[in-house]
DNA sequence: CTAGGGTTAG
C-alpha cells in the first residue's frame, strides 16, 4: 500500500478495525480532511483506542492545526489514551514552544489521568527546561525521575547532563557525566557544549581529545566553542582537521560555525573553499548555511558573491536572516540605497523584519544622510511591526540625527529616550559633536556622565577627539591624563584580515607588525584622494530620495 | 515516540 490514500479507503467502513492498516493509512494522509476522515472512522469502529494511531494523528495535527491538537487531545475518551499519548502531546507541546502548557500537562498526568511518567515523558521535559535554561526546574524533575526509578536510563541521563550543562552548572553535569555508565557520544558531546558556552574552552578540548568516539556533532560543538571565544583560527585548524582525520563528512551545522569563524577573521579564501566544499560534496544548503555564505561573504568584502548566493536561495527560504545579512553587508559596503531597497523588497514580500534589521536599515538611512526615510522606518517599528525600539535602536537614532548636523534634536533623543543611553547612543552624539564642531556640548555630556558615574573609556577617548579635533591640544592632554589618573581605561580595538590565504591580525595602537609603513603611506593617500573629491553637499541625498 | 551541534547588529 503505497501512494496517497484512495477516495475509497477513506471512506471504508471496515478497514479500520484492523489497527495496523489503519497505521499505515494515517501515514499516508496529506490534507487536514483526509485526517479528520479516518479520525472518525477511527472513533467509530472503537479503533481509536491505539494509542499509536492517536499518537500519530496527534502529532500530524501538532505540526499543522495545534489548536485542532489541543481539542482532539481534550476530548479523546481517556483512560483509553495511554502514557504514550500524552507524551506525544507533551512533546509536541515543546515543540510548539509551550512550556508551560506542557508542563502543566505534566502535573495532571498524575492528578487526572493516573498516570505515572515514564523515561519519555522525562526526556521530552527535560529537553524542555534546556530550552528554557531553566534549572530549577530540571531539579525538580531529576528528583522525580530518581524517585519514579527513570534516573538511569540513557536518554534521561544524557537529558541530565545536556540540561545541567547548557544551564552552566557544570559540577554538577560532570558529576552526572563521572558516575554515568552509558557515557556515549552524546553524553560527551553535551558536556564539552557546557564548558564551550562557559568560555572553558580549554576544558572542553580536553574531554574532545579524551572522547573515545566523535561524531560530526561532537567536531561541531569544539569548532563553534572556539568561535564564540573568539578563537577562530583554532576552529578553522579543527575544521579542517575534521576533514583530514576524520573522514567525516561535516554537517550544514559544523559548516555554519566555520564559515562564522571566517567572517569575523576576514578569511575569503579560506570562507571560498568551504562553499565550494560544500557544493562539491553536495552538502545540503539549506536556510542557516545559506545566511551563514552570505554573511561570511559580506563580512569578507565580496558583496557581489553575498548577492549572487541571496538570488539563487529559493525565494520561499529567504528569511529575516537572510534578508538582514544582507542588508547589512550592503549597507557596511556603502550601499546605503541598496541596502533601504532590499529593506523595502523584503516588506513587500511579507518578510518580517526583526529588531536586528532595524538597526541595519537604519544605519543605512543614518550613513546616506536620509534622515526623512530613516525616522519613517523608526516609526514604523512600533506602528507596523510591534517591536518596542531598544537602547540601540534611539542610538541609531541619534546617529541619524546626528551624522545629519541636527545636534539638537539628537541630544533631545538621548535625553528623552525611555532608558539610559547605552555607550553606542552616546558616542553617536560625542562623534556628531566632534564632526560638528560643538565641542561645549560635548564636554558637558562627558561632564555630566562622569558626574553621574556613567562614564566609560570610550566617552573620554570621544571627548579627547573632539578636543584634537578643534586643535585644542592643551584640553586634549588633560583628557588622558585624568583618565590615566583615574584609572579608565578603553578595551583597544582590534581586526584582522586574509591576505593570500594568510590572517593578519591589528591592534590599535600596535606598529609592531610588517609593512606598517606601507598600510599607513596607503591610508594617508586614500584620505588625501577622498578629501580632494570635497564635502558632499548637505542635504543632497535627500533631495535625490524625495525625488 | 526520545538526545547532543548552527544564522542577522552600528
Redesign the pocket.
Known amino acids: 500500500m503505497h501512494g496517497r490514500p484512495t477516495e475509497e479507503e477513506l471512506r471504508g467502513p471496515t478497514l479500520m478495525r484492523a489497527s495496523r492498516r489503519a497505521l499505515s493509512l494515517i501515514g499516508r494522509c496529506t490534507t487536514a480532511r483526509q485526517m479528520k476522515q479516518v479520525q472518525s472512522n477511527l472513533t467509530v469502529s472503537g479503533t481509536l483506542s491505539d494509542p499509536y494511531a492517536v ?1 500519530k494523528i496527534l502529532t500530524f495535527f501538532a505540526a499543522s492545526d495545534p489548536s485542532y491538537a489541543d481539542q482532539f487531545f481534550d476530548f479523546l475518551p481517556f483512560p483509553c489514551g495511554a502514557t ?1 499519548v500524552w ?2 502531546m507533551i ?1 509536541s507541546l515543546v515543540d510548539r514552544n509551550e512550556h508551560a502548557a506542557a508542563f502543566s500537562l505534566y502535573r495532571s498526568m498524575a492528578s487526572e489521568a493516573r498516570l505515572l511518567p515514564n ?2 515523558t522525562f ?1 521530552f521535559l527535560l ?1 524542555a527546561c ?1 530550552e528554557l535554561v531553566d534549572i530549577c526546574c530540571a531539579c525538580t524533575l531529576h528528583c522525580q525521575a530518581i524517585k519514579l526509578g527513570w534516573e538511569s536510563y ?2 534521561v541521563q ?2 541530565l547532563v ?1 540540561v545541567y550543562a ?1 544551564c552552566g552548572d557544570l559540577d554538577s553535569a560532570h558529576a552526572l557525566f563521572n558516575a554515568s555508565e552509558i557515557k ?3 553524553t560527551w ?2 558536556l564539552i ?1 557546557g564548558y564551550s558556552k562557559l568560555g572553558q574552552v580549554d576544558v572542553a578540548r580536553e574531554l574532545f581529545d579524551e572522547m573515545p568516539h566523535r ?4 567536531w ?2 569544539m569548532i ?1 566553542g572556539y568561535v564564540q571565544v573568539g578563537l577562530c583560527k583554532e576552529a578553522l585548524e579543527l575544521f579542517n582537521n575534521m576533514q583530514a582525520t576524520s573522514g567525516l563528512l ?8 566555520a564559515l ?1 569563524a571566517c ?1 569575523l577573521l576576514g578569511a575569503l579564501d579560506q570562507g571560498r573553499w568551504i562553499h565550494a566544499y560544500v557544493d562539491k560534496h553536495q552538502i545540503s544548503l ?4 545559506r ?2 555564505l552570505i ?1 561570511m561573504y559580506a563580512k569578507c568584502g565580496c558583496v557581489e558573491m553575498a548577492l549572487d548566493v541571496f538570488e539563487r536561495m529559493p525565494k520561499a527560504e529567504r ?4 534578508f ?2 544582507l542588508i ?1 553587508g550592503l ?2 559596503h556603502g550601499e546605503g540605497e541598496a541596502a533601504i531597497k532590499l529593506f523595502e523588497r523584503m516588506e513587500s514580500e511579507g518578510v518580517v523584519p ?4 532595524f ?2 536599515v537604519l ?1 543605512a538611512c543614518s550613513r546616506m544622510g536620509l534622515v526623512d526615510r530613516g525616522l519613517r522606518i523608526f516609526g514604523s517599528m512600533r506602528e507596523v511591526y510591534k517591536i518596542e525600539p531598544q537602547a ?1 535602536h534611539y ?2 537614532l541619534v ?1 541619524l540625527l546626528g551624522r545629519a548636523g541636527m545636534l539638537r534634536e539628537a541630544k533631545k533623543v538621548v535625553e528623552e529616550m525611555p532608558m539610559e543611553p ?1 555607550s ?2 552616546l558616542g553617536a552624539l560625542l562623534n556628531a559633536c566632534r564632526v560638528h564642531g560643538e565641542i561645549e556640548l560635548g564636554r558637558k555630556m562627558v561632564e555630566g556622565l562622569a558626574h553621574r558615574k556613567l562614564d566609560h573609556g570610550g566617552v573620554h577617548v570621544l571627548l579627547s577627539n573632539i578636543y584634537a579635533s578643534a586643535s585644542q591640544w592643551g584640553d586634549v592632554v588633560q583628557v588622558r591624563r585624568g583618565m590615566e589618573e583615574n584609572g579608565v581605561r578603553k578595551v583597544p580595538g582590534c581586526s584582522s584580515i586574509e591576505v593570500n590565504g594568510a590572517v593578519f591580525e591589528f591592534v590599535v595602537g600596535d606598529r609592531s607588525y610588517m609593512s606598517v609603513d606601507e598600510i599607513v603611506l596607503t591610508l594617508a593617500g586614500m584620505d588625501k584622494h577622498l578629501k580632494s573629491l570635497g564635502p558632499v553637499e548637505e542635504g543632497e541625498d535627500e533631495r535625490a530620495d524625495s525625488g
Request: net charge negative; glycine share 8%; hydrophobic share 30%.
Open positions: 499518537g504514550f507524551n506525544t512533546r523515561n519519555y526526556s529537553n534546556a540513557d536518554f544524557n537529558g545536556h547548557i556515549d557520544v552524546i558531546t553535551a557544549n561524531n560530526s556533532v561532537s561541531n560543538a563553534n561535516p554537517s550544514p551545522a559544523g559548516i555554519v560555525g562564522n567572517s539549506d536556510q542557516m548555511l545566511s551563514a554573511d528569511d529575516v536572516f537572510a538582514t545579512s547589512s549597507a557596511n526583526n529588531e536586528v534589521t538597526i541595519c544605519s540601540q542610538g541609531c546617529d547605552d553606542y547612543a
